[in-house]
């Protein structure tokens, strides 16, 4: 019985270990390098790297490209 409650307590121990940590969509945007590789990574094998860190991917190469998301507001026509 005492090995039994060893060995689940070793398995529970091991199992509540760190998850592995995604990169932040800010993170990816800062470094273009690393961006620039996971985006390849991500094109070869998606299954393989998770939907997660791929959207965080695709999110981070839309704000390089889009900038902060500011709305284009044209001047107001004059009336005449």
Same mark, same amino acid.
């Given at each position: 019985?005492?090995?039994?409650? #060893? =060995?689940? =307590? #070793?398995? %529970?121990?091991? $199992?509540? @270990?760190? $998850? #592995? $940590?995604?990169?932040?969509?800010? $993170?990816?945007?800062?470094? &273009?390098? /690393?961006?620039?590789? %996971?985006?390849?990574?991500? !094109?070869?094998?998606?299954?393989? %790297? @998770?939907?997660?860190?791929?959207? #965080?991917?695709?999110?981070?190469?839309?704000? /390089?490209?889009? @900038?902060? @998301?500011?709305?284009?507001? &044209?001047? &107001?026509?004059? !009336?005449?």
């Amino acid at each position: 019985m005492k090995i039994i409650t #060893a =060995l689940m =307590l #070793a398995v %529970l121990l091991t $199992s509540c @270990g760190q $998850s #592995a $940590s995604t990169e932040t969509v800010e $993170s990816l945007a800062a470094n &273009p390098e /690393r961006l620039k590789e %996971l985006r390849t990574q991500c !094109k070869a094998d998606r299954a393989k %790297l @998770g939907d997660a860190l791929c959207n #965080a991917v695709a999110e981070a190469t839309r704000k /390089r490209f889009m @900038g902060n @998301g500011t709305p284009y507001t &044209p001047e &107001p026509t004059p !009336k005449n």
